[in-house]
């Protein structure tokens, strides 16, 4: 993929050089940086119909969600479609260009406005009856409108949205009130600034992949101790495995992986390392999404739906560019999308799946999370702080 250089604010490239010389310390002292102690989860809580339906209630149908990127739908009337925790969503771009979510439902009798996972639609039109709704949620047309006399709607249900650092978020509650600046802090607001999300371009293949409890799935994108082992010979062959830096961000993390190319940071002046060979990135935005990479030449964002049932979620996989997706890359992109698709469904589902299978043999003992574990202990505090009670 050629010697693109994508980092061209000095800002960013501050974040990703101090990350570089923080991965090189803990190359040099053999540790990772490290939780306090080490934390012990009852292997049941990953099996709990009860806790899974608060953790639906308290969390997925309450926090804000990453449902886009700016650069999903760049353009007015661009959207997406798909369905979370069974809400049907609707991210619209309108002719203002604010980004808008909205329930893909018609004020008519609930049918879907569309079926497509994404597009560009002059108008929302409802198959079933013809309802209208613009690119701004408004409802415009009703044929034979006066045989629902004052029926009061105005346009389709709107969901709290607000976008910042190219990323947009929605919250399912109606009724919340939110910034997305507030809910990613300052720290993870410049990090993914330094990302420039908004610059990127969509590969519109993506892949899904069943994939068992949803945490054991989030289990696996916060874990840098696994990569040098159950990825020894793919994705894990240029890191130095566990010495990773973990950046606890409220309820997100920044995860940073050393590459072999490390000593490039004592051995070279900073602006002529090669970030892709000294380090690898994840921003882990609570509570579902995982984006990998950006300080290089791509982004793969996995989007992870819980459910229908406690053992059970599925996993979407997109991968971002920042040039256009188009002949040559389009060949590239689509090699990519394979590469992760393989290594997460043959790799990463696969063993956890088998974690899935062990539950109900591991009620009396607990799981273990070491101190070189500290974003998945930062991802079960969370959890459990917010379904107390
Ligand atoms: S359900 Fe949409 S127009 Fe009737
Ligand atoms: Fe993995």
Redo the contacts with the bound molecule.
Sequence with gaps: MGSLEPISNAHGREIFYELARRLHANVARNLPDQADAVLTLPATNYLDAAQFEREIERIFLKVPLLVALDCDIPNAGDFLSYAIVGRPLLIVRGDDGVARTFLNV??????A?TTAPCGNARAFV??????TYDRQGALKG??DEAAFGAHGVEGLLPLPTDTVAGAIFASLDPAAHFSAADWLGETLVRSLEALRLKEMHAYRRTSTLASPNWKLAADGYLDGYHIGFLHRNTIGTKGINNRNTYDLLGPHVRIGFANKGINQVDELPEDQWNLGDVMSLVHYIFPNVSISGGHKDTIQLSRLFPGPGVTESTTVQHQYFYEPVEGEMAKVAEAKRITYEQVVRDEDCSTIFTINEALPAMTQVPFLFGRNEPGNQSLHRTIAAMTAG
């Design positions: 018609c004020r008519h009798r609930g049918a406005l409802c198959p079933y009856h013809s309802w009703v044929p």
